[in-house]
């Protein structure tokens, strides 16, 4: 198959106009192609299984209620309550710390939310509430590289439909223990290997009140400098099994990304709008990597394939989530959500209907998880975070040198910090309208420390352009968009 034939391909693939692909924009290019999976990676992938997800899942539904309000209720029963359910979820990291030998730091992030200090979220705290968030940390290899670190989070509270009842039954089976099984998963997985990037496991308290606990956390990551470059936030991805619908797809999860950065300043926005760079905020080049390690793990034909469908906005409509705090910090960060949500297994009192009535059951129960569903989830979180913490981070400094009129393209970037041979760079652009990136081009360096410049026959003007550093087994960074 000749060049000409690949890009007919891809431009099918893609849905976009490059079927009538200008020449210069194609020169000398590849089709953007999937990595070669890493072995090792895949075996580790191979661990994540419904059962351990099912059995996260029902174990937390144990607790009765994870209402962060019944932090502060006295009186529950023993093993009720979302204190009971914290201590729980750091039993299980402390037990898959001492399987690998003791290479997880387990921490509490615990802290009083006083509804006297105001805040939008004061009318959903009726009295000072400890909010206690769970996290634990692996440690990167590498003395430099360690500093870059990736985070992958669910909420392990849950509430009923009155968000101030601290005592009744609120199972979270998919709001949010999901998550929290996803997170445990990618722990017990990943555990199993070592990165020279640092990776932390997380599950936080307090979302149902108001983004509590992730807010904590990612002031927390800001006030001590953490290098974070990318948040995977699991809500809902319990795949609904409701019988009857036909809508659900259960071969995709959803990926919210913010466009233009929420903690961006005036002068950053400005530049953002003269550039045309809208759509490549930190948190859409997650998005994409996330995408990007999809297709390299899970679209072989051998095996169902699953895929990140994204969507270039924060959020849902009406909604919110813990990937939103981490982008107030300037983190990049986004939300992973199941394809179709039932409302009446969200936020619902348990009410089983009258058999023959025709109503709905309610409530957010297991019987509704697809634990199947949540596993391939926690497969492509592993992935992602196996990938980017593998790889040698992204190149730094990277620029377009845009000193005169021109119709090529020169662009100059110094190495990803701390990167050891051997390294390449590939670089990649797209039409300024495509979702995703279309085209690369190997870069391989005079030297690994070297910085640099690449001259393209390809105008800036009509295209978007990235480079992502590549190590020697394929592991590819985040992209640093110019």
Same mark, same amino acid.
């Given at each position: ?86 201590? $729980? ?27 006297? *200090? ?164 930190? *948190? ?18 051998? *095996? ?19 990937? *939103? ?87 100059? $970037? ?14 990649? $652009? ?6 995703? $990136? ?45």
């Amino acid at each position: 198959m000749n060049l000409s034939q690949k890009i007919l391909l891809l431009c099918l693939a893609l849905a976009t106009p490059l079927c009538q692909a200008q020449p210069d924009i194609t020169v000398d290019a590849s089709p953007a192609i999937p990595a070669t999976p890493d072995p090792a990676i895949a075996h580790a992938l191979e661990t994540i299984q419904p059962s351990r997800i099912q059995e996260t899942i029902d174990t937390l539904i144990r607790f009765g209620t994870r209402s962060t309000l019944s932090s502060m209720e006295m009186d529950l029963p023993p093993g009720k309550g979302i204190n009971a359910a914290a201590d $729980w979820i750091a039993a299980q990291f402390d037990e898959i710390s001492k399987q690998c030998g003791g290479c997880l730091e387990v921490h509490r992030d615990t802290f009083i939310a006083d509804p006297a *200090s105001g805040g939008p979220w004061a009318g959903r705290i009726p009295r000072p509430t400890r909010i206690t968030s769970i996290y634990a940390i692996l440690r990167g290899t590498d003395p430099v590289q360690a500093r870059r670190m990736y985070l992958v989070t669910g909420h392990y509270d849950s509430r009923n439909s009155n968000i101030l009842d601290a005592r009744g039954a609120a199972p979270g089976a998919n709001d949010d223990a999901s998550g929290v099984a996803v997170s445990l998963e990618c722990a017990r997985a990943l555990t199993q290997l070592r990165f020279p990037a640092t990776l932390v496991f997380a599950a936080v308290a307090g979302e149902e009140q108001g983004l509590l606990g992730s807010a904590h956390l990612a002031h927390l990551a800001r006030e001590q400098n953490w290098n974070l470059e990318a948040v995977l936030n699991n809500d809902i991805v319990g795949g609904d099994t409701t019988p009857g619908d036909t809508l659900q797809l259960k071969n995709r999860v959803r990926v919210f990304s913010e466009g233009i950065p929420e903690a961006a300043t005036p002068q950053q926005i400005r530049r953002i709008r003269a550039l045309g760079k809208e759509s490549d905020s930190p *948190s859409r080049e997650l998005a994409r990597a996330i995408a990007d390690t999809a297709r390299t793990y899970f679209a072989s034909p051998k *095996s169902r394939p699953f895929s990140a469908f994204l969507v270039f906005r924060p959020d849902r409509y009406l909604r919110g989530g813990d990937h *939103s705090s981490f982008n107030h910090e300037g983190f990049a960060a986004v939300r992973l959500t199941e394809w179709r949500e039932n409302y009446n297994h969200q936020h619902q009192n348990v009410v089983m209907p009258v058999a023959g009535s025709g109503a709905p059951a309610l409530g957010d129960l297991a019987q509704f998880v697809d634990f199947s569903y949540v596993a391939r989830v926690a497969r492509l979180n592993a992935a992602t975070l196996a990938t980017l913490a593998s790889s040698p981070g992204p190149p730094a400094h990277l620029r377009i040198l845009a000193r005169k009129l021109e119709n090529g393209t020169t662009l100059h $970037w110094q190495p990803p910090a701390g990167a050891g041979p051997p390294v390449h760079y590939e670089l990649l $652009w797209r039409e300024t309208f495509a979702p995703d $990136w279309q085209f690369m081009r190997v870069i391989r360096p005079q030297a690994p420390s070297a910085p640099v410049d690449v001259t393209v026959p390809i105008s800036k003007d009509n295209v978007i352009f990235g480079v992502r550093s590549v190590d020697a087994e394929g592991h590819r960074s985040l992209v640093a968009v110019p």
